[in-house]
């Protein structure tokens, strides 16, 4: 008989012990949620991060070297997307594109007004290269052939179309499946 009530007073110290850990953490649970309903109203009424902040401007080196950079021919079928100093121009590429240049602007992260001043900046020159990159298409395509290729789907690009990939900085895959295609690499 002792030691049925020996084991009944344990049971009943371990459930009121038990009982008093549930409180504790439905207590710490409700404390928690009143700490992210805080951390959200914050969040809420925070500005978002500057474009900066989010790494849209970070450095990008240039494309990878390719055998195509020596051919004068293929220089020359991108010759009219540079100003007279040399640069690469972004309205020159956006009109070629065929995209608006905030839309340039906001692949490149940069603003609309900042390409309209200086649109051959020497800061924009390693990402506008990757542009020129897709450009060379020309030496075999005509302009117009060129714009429709952007555009569409292709079967080797995941059934994305060209645009689409330098849409979500996918640069120099692109750059290199340009080279691929015109030195009749495998892709």
Not at 33 to 56: C, I, M, S
């Amino acid at each position: 008989m002792a030691n049925t009530m020996t084991k009944t007073m344990k049971g009943a110290a371990g459930e009121a012990g038990l009982g008093s850990l549930l409180g504790r953490l439905v207590e710490e649970k409700r404390r928690l949620e009143r700490l992210l309903q805080q951390v959200d109203e914050v969040l809420r009424k925070a500005p978002p991060p500057p474009k900066a902040a989010r790494g849209a401007n970070r450095e990008v080196a240039p494309p990878r070297p390719s055998p195509l950079d020596q051919v004068k021919g293929v220089m020359a079928a991108t010759a009219d997307l540079r100003v007279a100093k040399g640069n690469l121009s972004a309205e020159r590429v956006a009109k070629l594109f065929g995209v608006s240049l905030s839309q340039l602007a906001a692949w490149l992260g940069r603003s609309r007004q900042a390409l309209s001043k200086t649109p051959d900046a020497d800061s924009l020159q390693n990402k506008l290269a990757f542009f020129e990159h897709l450009a060379r298409m020309r030496v075999v395509v005509p302009d117009v052939e060129f714009r429709k290729w952007l555009r569409m789907p292709n079967e080797l690009l995941g059934n994305k179309s060209p645009l689409d990939l330098m849409a979500k900085g996918e640069w120099q895959l692109m750059a290199d499946y340009v080279d691929d295609a015109l030195t009749g690499a495998p892709t």
